[in-house]
T-cell receptor, first 114, second 115 residues
């Protein structure tokens, strides 16, 4: 079975500050890893994904994440927060097979203050 | 950009009634999914569907739930006799499959309120 742990249900940063959202996963097989963002009253939008290859992956809106197998982590970062980044962020894991279900973490709500 | 569309955005129903939630996946996608998110909880997998049959389902997806692709474009989730605990946001997703790396695209969701 796979699982995802997101440390910190709420994170608050100042505009321009570093954003760090933590995600640790558990999987008995090599996983695919994803970060999704949910803005108020909207669906889940894919930010970035790790499947194979380079462990540092870049996504939309200046976000990136690094797959660290030894730490079973896939933390999301952005060098400089913008007010528009305020949203709920979900880390998810799946098996590498086609059409494997996504297992989500509980989410982290990012607040960006002036 | 192609997107997954879900209707209605909000559905209110009485306990015991049947509801059908509708989704139009991205047109060239082959794999379809339903997830739900109870208020304040994590997004949970319900079911995946490929080639007109269920590929995988969770323990949540019991006999009161069913899915169907009634035509070439729609994908529906039916709840036969709704319970209070079925109140949640229901998300439809679709994926292309193949070399896409299991990227699933989500709709905006249907909020189901069971009274």
């Amino acid at each position: 079975a796979q699982s995802v742990t997101q440390l910190g249900s709420h994170v608050s940063v100042s505009e321009g500050a570093l954003v760090l959202l933590r995600c640790n996963y558990s999987s008995s097989v090599p996983p695919y890893l994803f970060w999704y963002v949910q803005y108020p009253n909207q669906g889940l939008q894919l930010l970035l994904k790790y499947t194979t290859g380079a462990t540092l992956v870049k996504g939309i809106n200046g976000f990136e994440a690094e797959f660290k197998k030894s730490e079973t982590s896939f933390h999301l970062t952005k060098p400089s927060a913008h007010m528009s980044d305020a949203a709920e962020y979900f880390c998810a894991v799946s098996h590498t097979g086609t059409a494997s279900k996504l297992t989500f973490g509980t989410g982290t709500r990012l607040q960006v203050t002036l | 950009e192609p997107e997954v569309t879900q209707t209605p955005s909000h559905q209110v129903t009485q306990m015991g009634q049947e509801v059908i939630l509708r989704c139009v996946p991205i047109s060239n996608h082959l794999y379809f999914y339903w997830y739900r998110q109870i208020l304040g909880q994590k997004v949970e997998f319900l079911v995946s569907f490929y080639n007109n049959e269920i590929s995988e389902k969770s323990e949540i997806f019991d006999d009161q739930f069913s899915v169907e692709r009634p035509d070439g474009s729609n994908f529906t989730l039916k709840i036969r006799s709704t319970k209070l605990e079925d109140s949640a946001m229901y998300f439809c997703a679709s994926s292309e499959g193949g070399a896409s790396g299991n990227i699933q695209y989500f709709g905006a969701g249907t909020r189901l309120s069971v009274l």
